[in-house]
T-cell receptor, first 115, second 113 residues
Framework: ETGVTQSPTHLIKTRGQQVTLRCSSQ?????VSWYQQALGQGPQFIFQ???????GRGNFPPRFSGLQFPNYSSELNVNALELDDSALYLC??????????????FGPGTRLTVL | DQQVKQNSPSLSVQEGRISILNCDYT??????FLWYKKYPAEGPTFLIS?????DKNEDGRFTVFLNKSAKHLSLHIVPSQPGDSAVYFC????????????FGAGTRLTVKP
């Protein structure tokens, strides 16, 4: 059974650019959640995708958007990057949309640096 | 405001002793709490949880205690082992949007041999 994988591992962008981060969910999981973890803070919920539809969103602006594909893998897109977007981006997959009450399995994250 | 607070950024204990990690929350509507453990370069992994209808849940060396009146929970690790050295996050689903998991800032535990 393959766990949650994310790519790339690290990424450096400049302010104003756009970035796409990718996540492959664990086998059998149809729900993917994305989190932003700034330095010294805990993860913050960005949004969740269930069966290719956004299914709940945290307090993030519309320039944070996502997609989920038929194989349940997912992308996080961030437009017009700002310095404060520098963070570790984590995705987590789960077997259904029982929300955060369902056990979530996290990937290792993508470290984004915005210069 | 994440509404979940871990006020101790770090904790160091000797191998074999007890580790106690603390967590406070401000939202009295939280009804389920989780602890996650995170090693460097890995994602957080689920460790143990507790429902608000309980005040204690135990799983091997790990016990979580919940004090609802104080809005406080703690994770006890007995005995502590060097492999327990990691960052520990306290978390709770947001009752207003239960897909939204609220995390504390984490406590880095170091267990010295």
């Amino acid at each position: 059974e393959t766990g949650v994988t994310q790519s790339p591992t690290h990424l450096i962008k400049t302010r104003g650019q756009q970035v796409t981060l990718r996540c492959s969910s664990q086998s059998g999981h149809n729900t993917v959640s994305w989190y932003q973890q700034a330095l010294g803070q805990g993860p913050q919920f960005i949004f969740q995708y269930y069966r290719e539809e956004e299914n709940g969103r945290g307090n993030f602006p519309p320039r944070f958007s996502g997609l989920q594909f038929p194989n349940y893998s997912s992308e996080l897109n961030v437009n017009a990057l700002e310095l404060d977007d520098s963070a570790l981006y984590l995705c987590a997959s789960s077997a259904s949309t029982g929300g955060a009450y369902n056990e979530q399995f996290f990937g290792p994250g993508t470290r984004l640096t915005v210069l | 405001d994440q509404q979940v607070k871990q006020n101790s950024p770090s904790l160091s204990v000797q191998e074999g002793r007890i580790s106690i990690l603390n967590c406070d929350y401000t939202n009295s509507m939280f009804d389920y709490f989780l602890w996650y453990k995170k090693y460097p370069a890995e994602g957080p992994t689920f460790l143990i949880s507790i429902s608000s209808i309980k005040d204690k849940n135990e799983d091997g060396r790990f016990t979580v205690f919940l004090n609802k009146s104080a809005k406080h929970l703690s994770l006890h690790i007995v005995p502590s082992q060097p492999g327990d050295s990691a960052v520990y996050f306290c978390a709770a689903p947001n009752p207003s949007n239960n897909n939204d998991m609220r995390f504390g800032a984490g406590t880095r535990l170091t267990v010295k041999p």
